[in-house]
């Protein structure tokens, strides 16, 4: 129908009346010949009343036709429209485009202003080197001790940049439309306070701890940092008043709010901004990362162009926390500065270049390698310049990087020192990588993987390197004699490398002079003689007591040394362990396999001239009414068979020898439905001492026989009766 038509067809009764003509039609077809010319008559008025059923139609009224004609009119505009937003989503995506472009340079320009106003303010006021000279050398414990205060003032910041975050986003420093200073004033002394508590616990006021030399220098650096923050950003800021930089800042963190219903803030932010510990590049907020914030917005390019005022915002918010956080610490927590692995790194890369002869390629990039790790203060930058550019060395055996640093910052200060060694360094005759490797590995306590030109040694002297290095630990940790060195070393696979000549005279080297203190070989990490030794190393852990969780710390240590990853070590260990209980236990054993613990706890009570028949878990104690039975719990107590003898034991931080039987028990079968158990009576009650003695229930398995499964325990035993 258009809207030039004033009529409109009846549908309803034209259907009825077709289906009635159709009803009528399939009737009379059957009975046409009994119709005979009548249905002649019947077929034309069936046709008849369905034409004219295509002719019901009515006058259409006055609002009906202005109704159409309004129709009409909407459908048409809505083509239109889907054109026009056609045409304005292809230009708002190239004017994104443009933004984006634009965006990109002022980036760059921003981070070339930056660059200029560090350098400015770094050189008007030159750091002391290093301002150790008035403390005494910090010991191994207390360096552990402010590692961990360190590593918690970095939650505690996370913490307050979270909550500094919700309070600007709920508006809390505005008080009736007034922003209020003294609420700022009250949170930042409460952040001091709780700063200097992290170094300083037992002190009740330690801001009186403090003296005004100290209070205002490091006043002053955070001032002067601030600045140098606030000149970042791209407008005037420092000409801000308290309230409109507040406003200013409150608009970025409203903007970032809009993460927290995908994701939560501190998290994100932090990432971000912090993205690990040798971070390349001085912007760690990027384009995509603030692009992503940006389309969540309804204003499409509007939105894009003012993100860049919020990401800054955002950015100084939480750097003007941490320099707070930072420089109190290093009021309060000594020397907090330099107690960062990008700083220890930054020592050992500026000694690196200073004990070769300088070349413009080392130094070049040595200056690069300094400018684009994150610091935690910006005046050591400045010192390491100056010790670069005079070829002068960092003091780094001022730093004790081997207490302060994890196994795995370890590796990677090594990993990039090797490779800018083989890289920019030139000069390298084997005296001069000799002494600057001895120095790393003794400060960071770590094997650097390098092999001085000309230097090489032959395998087979470095075989009996390592080989020494195993009768040491025999003798050492294990406390073994030397004659009984023959019988271990033979199972070793780095002593059946050896020609028997020289096994020979390697055994009469050791007899002559024993290695009574543990010594790590000087094996290269890229060396394949690394894996036979911790392979060797690890078994001869597992063949000989005792079986020590502090022991197996120390081959771990000595893996990292080697560059070994310390998971893995755990791993060998634990499978030298599980494989060795395994060989020893019989055949008819009802269990071969069980966790690593429970299998040094078995390899210990169970010598190699006795070993264990047996090994059961789901060990309980079922004491008599009335006692007060101490708490074991089931899951941790195992019953071992050595020899005539029962020994229950409990799992722990050292295994705990709970009950002993010398063939005085007797032993009784409880069948089940399901499962079983048996039950043992007698022995002796070792866990402490009382009158009362314990009845042991063993249980028994879901699936296998519980004949096979208990034989060897009821073969050890006097059996009662059995009862169900």
């Known amino acids: 129908m258009t809207t030039d038509s004033p009529f409109r067809r009846e549908w309803l009764p034209a259907a009825l009346v077709l289906t009635g003509v159709v009803v009528m039609f399939a009737c009379a077809w059957p009975a046409r010949e009994a119709l005979g010319w009548w249905q002649w008559g019947v077929w034309l008025g069936g046709l008849a009343a369905a034409g004219g059923a295509l002719w019901f139609q009515r006058r259409l009224t006055l609002e009906e036709l202005d109704l159409a004609t309004l129709r009409s009119d909407i459908h048409a505009k809505q083509r239109q429209l889907a054109v026009d937003e056609t045409q ?323 590796m990677a200060i090594a990993r990039r020192l090797e490779r800018f060694l083989a890289t920019f360094i030139h000069g390298q005759t084997p005296d001069r990588v000799a002494a600057w490797r001895k120095g790393v590995e003794d400060r960071l306590g770590v094997k650097l993987s390098i092999v001085a030109r000309g230097d090489q040694r032959n395998l087979e002297a470095q075989t009996e390197e390592a080989i020494r290095s195993l009768a040491s630990f025999l003798l050492a940790i294990k406390e073994r004699e030397p004659e009984q060195l023959e019988p271990l070393l033979h199972k070793s696979r780095l002593f059946e490398d050896l ?63 080697l560059r070994f990853d310390a998971k893995k070590m755990r791993q060998l260990l634990d499978k030298k362990y599980v494989a060795l209980l395994a060989e020893r236990l019989p055949s008819n054993a009802p269990e071969k396999r069980f966790p690593p613990a429970v299998a040094r706890a078995v390899l210990d009570v169970a010598p190699p001239q006795e070993p264990p028949k047996f090994v059961y878990g789901s060990v309980s104690f079922e004491w008599p009414e009335g006692t007060h039975a101490p708490s074991f719990p089931k899951s941790q107590n195992w019953l071992v068979g050595i020899g005539s003898r029962l020994i229950v034991f409990a799992l722990g931080d050292r295994p705990v020898l709970l009950w002993r039987a010398d063939g005085d028990c007797t032993a009784e079968r409880v069948r089940g439905y399901l499962a079983g158990d048996v039950k043992l009576r007698g022995g002796t009650w070792l866990g402490d001492v009382r009158p009362e003695q314990p009845t042991l229930s063993v249980a028994g398995p879901l699936i296998a026989s519980h004949d096979a499964y208990f034989k060897p325990l009821l073969a050890m035993c006097t059996q009662s009766q059995t009862s169900i």
């Open 88 to 410: 304005w989503q292809a230009a708002r995506e190239a004017i994104e485009s443009q933004l984006s472009e634009h965006s990109e340079r002022l980036d760059s320009r921003e981070r070339a202003l930056s660059g200029k106003l560090l350098t400015f303010h770094e050189w008007m006021e030159f750091p002391q080197p290093l301002d150790l000279a008035s403390h005494s050398t910090p010991t191994e414990q207390e360096l552990s001790r402010l590692s961990r205060q360190d590593r918690q003032l970095e939650e505690l910041l996370n913490v307050e940049t979270q909550r500094v975050f919700e309070d600007i986003l709920s508006n809390k420093y505005v008080v009736e439309g007034e922003f209020r200073v003294k609420l700022v004033r009250d949170d930042l002394l409460a952040l001091v306070t709780r700063v200097a508590r992290i170094y300083q616990p037992d002190v009740k006021e330690p801001l009186l701890e403090t003296s005004m030399a100290q209070v205002l220098r490091s006043a002053s650096r955070v001032c002067l940092q601030t600045l140098v923050l606030i000149e970042q950003l791209p407008l005037n800021v420092k000409e801000y008043s308290f309230a409109s930089l507040y406003g200013y800042v409150r608009q970025g963190v409203k903007a970032y709010g809009m993460m927290r219903s995908s994701e939560p803030y501190w998290p994100y932010f932090n990432s971000a901004y912090y993205l690990g510990r040798f971070a390349m590049g001085a912007n760690p907020l990027t384009l995509a990362a603030w692009w992503f914030l940006g389309a969540w917005g309804k204003e499409g390019a509007k939105q894009l162009a003012t993100q860049i005022l919020h990401r800054q915002a955002m950015t100084m918010l939480q750097s003007v926390i941490r320099v707070i956080g930072h420089e109190v610490a290093g009021m309060y927590g000594g020397d907090f500065r330099h107690r960062d692995p990008n700083w220890l790194y930054a020592v050992e890369l500026t000694e690196l270049v200073h004990r070769f002869p300088a070349s413009r390629e080392s130094l070049s990039h040595a200056l690069k390698e300094v400018g684009a790790l994150i610091l935690r203060h910006e005046y050591d930058r400045v010192y390491l310049y100056r010790a670069l550019a005079a070829h002068a060395s960092a003091e780094p055996e001022r730093y004790q990087g081997r207490v302060l640093l994890t196994a795995e910052e370890k």
């Open 499 to 561: 020609p028997p000549a020289q096994q020979a005279q390697v055994l009469a080297t050791l007899m002559e002079n024993p290695p009574y203190f543990f010594e790590q070989p000087a094996l290269d990490p890229a060396s394949p003689l690394v894996n036979k030794y911790l392979d060797d190393l690890a078994s001869l852990a597992a063949q000989t007591a005792p079986h020590e969780g502090v022991i197996d710390e120390v081959l771990v240590d000595v893996a990292t040394y």
